[in-house]
């Protein structure tokens, strides 16, 4: 009963029930349950990876930081290897959003491979929905800010998916962000 099959679609089923009322900053207003499972297909798709572990994580990667999902509940319903790759790729919503992502960027060397998977495939996600649209309030110069301090959280991600990394370093050169 718990092929890998099961457990994706048990993961998938809690990842968009938890995320049930929440939509994307797009002016389309896009249900976020498209953002984890497009992580998660970029893993698979793109990056070749198979780890059930990292799929589920990145299907259930914003839920703690954007729902009210405890650790605890990840740890119980889906082990604890989910549950810790989960909390490696959240940010302590308790600091200034500056603080936030200055952390991001001072963390993520020392992330686990596991995690370091499922930022690259996170920010790799976001940075092309920045380029299919603005969201809603956000100026081209914040856009390019974006683009600035994710090629930064990726320098520390580096050696972990060259298939994800070629992707990033070509949207990167697009920007004009050195790399
Ligand atoms: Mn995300």
Redesign the pocket.
């Given at each position: 009963m718990n092929s890998d099959a099961v457990l994706l679609l048990e993961t998938v089923h809690f990842a968009a029930e938890k995320h049930r009322n929440q939509r994307r900053k797009d002016a389309e207003q896009t249900p976020y349950i498209n953002?984890?499972v497009g992580?998660a297909r970029i893993l698979s798709h793109e990056g070749g990876i198979t780890d059930i572990e990292v799929l589920q994580a990145a299907l259930l990667?914003?839920t703690v930081e954007d729902t009210d999902t405890t650790p605890a509940e990840l740890e119980a319903k889906f082990g604890p290897i989910v549950a810790r790759i989960v909390q490696e790729v959240t940010d302590d919503k308790s600091l200034p959003k500056q603080e936030r992502k200055r952390q991001q960027v001072e963390h993520a060397p020392h992330c686990s491979r596991q995690a370091k998977l499922v930022k690259l495939a996170?920010k790799l996600?976001?940075l092309r929905d920045l380029n299919r649209c603005t969201p809603v309030g956000w100026t081209a110069e914040r856009v390019q800010e974006y683009f600035v301090w994710a090629c930064e959280v990726v320098k520390g991600l580096r050696g972990t998916s060259s298939a994800l990394e070629e992707k990033l370093d070509e949207l990167f050169r697009q920007r004009g962000v050195q790399l």
């Open positions: 953002h984890p992580v990667h914003d996170d996600y976001n």
